[in-house]
T-cell receptor
Framework: GAVVSQHPSWVICKSGTSVKIECRSL??????MFWYRQFPKQSLMLMAT?????????EQGVEKDKFLINHASLTLSTLTVTSAHPEDSSFYIC?????????????FGDGTRLSIL | GQQLNQSPQSMFIQEGEDVSMNCTSS?????WLWYKQDPGEGPVLLIA?????ELTSNGRLTAQFGITRKDSFLNISASIPSDVGIYFC?????????????FGPGTSLSVIP
C-alpha cells in the first residue's frame, strides 16, 4: 500500500518550454503532497507543500511563479516548471501523506529527471 | 535554520559486515525517519521512529530515536550487495509544522562482494 506515482519519469526539452510533472497517490487519499528537488550527489530540498483545494506553501527562495503547483484532487498534484532553463535541470521528487495521518511518514514517488537543453 | 548532519559521509564495507551510521540535529523533531535511495529512484522508507528512546527493527535494520530527540542511529547487520545506496535520515515535525521533513545530507554505502 501507500504507492505514489510520478509521471513522466524523465523529460528532455528545449529551453523556454514549460514542463508539467504529475504526482498521484494510487491507493490512498492525500490532502497534502510535497515537492522536492535533488541535485546530483546532494540531499532532497523541499520546494513547496501542496494542499488540496488551496494555494501551495513555498519554501524560502523558491519562485512560485516559476514553479506552479496545483492540487485539484485528493490524489493528484502537479508541478509545472514554466519557461524552463538549463539551470532548472534536476531530479524532482514528490511525496504524499495519507489524509488524516498527521505526523505520519511521507511516501515518495520515483522522481522525474528533467533535462533542459 | 534546522540542519541535520550524517556520519560517515560514505562507507566501503565487505559483504557480511555490520554497518552503523549516525544522524544529529541542532533541533528537536517529533519523528525520525530513515530512507534509502537507489540511483534514479525516489527514497524508500526503511524505519520510522516516533518516541524518544524508541528502538525499532526491520529485518536486518535497527534504528533508535535518541533520548534528546536530536539524534538517531541506523545499524545494518550482515550487509549484502543490495544494501548499496544512499541512506538519508530525516526529521519530521517541528514547532511550526508537524508535516515538514528535513533531510540529512546522506551516507553513501558501498558493499564489496
Amino acid at each position: 500500500g501507500a504507492v505514489v506515482s510520478q509521471h513522466p519519469s524523465w523529460v528532455i526539452c528545449k529551453s523556454g518550454t514549460s514542463v508539467k510533472i504529475e504526482c498521484r497517490s494510487l491507493d490512498f487519499q492525500a490532502t497534502t503532497m510535497f515537492w522536492y528537488r535533488q541535485f546530483p550527489k546532494q540531499s532532497l530540498m523541499l520546494m513547496a507543500t501542496s494542499n488540496e483545494g488551496s494555494k501551495a506553501t513555498y519554501e524560502q527562495g523558491v519562485e512560485k511563479d516559476k514553479f506552479l503547483i496545483n492540487h485539484a484532487s485528493l490524489t493528484l498534484s502537479t508541478l509545472t516548471v514554466t519557461s524552463a532553463h538549463p539551470e532548472d535541470s534536476s531530479f524532482y521528487i514528490c511525496s504524499a501523506r495519507i489524509t488524516g495521518g498527521a505526523g505520519q511518514p511521507q511516501h515518495f514517488g520515483d522522481g522525474t529527471r528533467l533535462s533542459i537543453l | 535554520g534546522q540542519q541535520l548532519n550524517q556520519s560517515p559521509q560514505s562507507m566501503f564495507i565487505q559483504e557480511g559486515e555490520d554497518v552503523s551510521m549516525n544522524c544529529t540535529s541542532s533541533s528537536i523533531f517529533n519523528t525520525w525517519l530513515w530512507y534509502k535511495q537507489d540511483p534514479g529512484e525516489g527514497p524508500v522508507l526503511l524505519i520510522a521512529l516516533y518516541k524518544a528512546g524508541e528502538l525499532t527493527s526491520n529485518g536486518r535494520l535497527t534504528a533508535q530515536f535518541g533520548i534528546t530527540r536530536k539524534d538517531s542511529f541506523l545499524n545494518i547487520s550482515a550487509s549484502i550487495p543490495s544494501d548499496v545506496g544512499i541512506y538519508f535520515c530525516a526529521g519530521q515535525g517541528t514547532r511550526t509544522s508537524y508535516d515538514k521533513v528535513i533531510f540529512g545530507p546522506g551516507t553513501s554505502l558501498s558493499v564489496i562482494p
